[in-house]
Nanobody
Framework: QVQLVESGGGLVQAGGSLRLSCAASISIFSIDIMGWYRQAPGKQRELVADLTTNRRTNYADSVKGRFFISKDYRMNTMYLQMNSLKPEDTGVYYC?????????WGQGTQVTVSS
């Protein structure tokens, strides 16, 4: 089973940047899809961005041009570079991996953007 550990969240002012990391317990070469989701208070969890094994990326319209998803295969880590942050980006960000049809979630990392 895959284990995922997120890091990199925090408090930042609007317009600032953060980079989130998601470290996997297995080689990410074997993971079919990895992605980032977020959940704002009182709202459902939503997809932010994901990346398939053939390097196709998918972004939510609200983050296109500001957020960038990437992987480091040597480190078995996925990243989310978040630029030009807005207060509406506030929420708990979760890493997700789909491996052998099983979906696994990390514990989440809080991102708070102040206005």
């Amino acid at each position: 089973q895959v284990q995922l550990v997120e890091s990199g969240g925090g408090l930042v002012q609007a317009g600032g940047s953060l980079r989130l990391s998601c470290a996997a317990s297995i080689s990410i070469f074997s993971i079919d899809i990895m992605g980032w989701y977020r959940q704002a208070p009182g709202k459902q969890r939503e997809l932010v961005a994901d990346l398939t094994t053939n390097r196709r990326t998918n972004y939510a319209d609200s983050v296109k041009g500001r957020f960038f998803i990437s992987k480091d295969y040597r480190m078995n880590t996925m990243y989310l570079q978040m630029n030009s942050l807005k207060p509406e980006d506030t929420g708990v960000y979760y890493c997700n991996a789909v491996w052998k049809t099983t979906s696994t979630w990390g514990q989440g990392t809080q991102v708070t953007v102040s206005s």
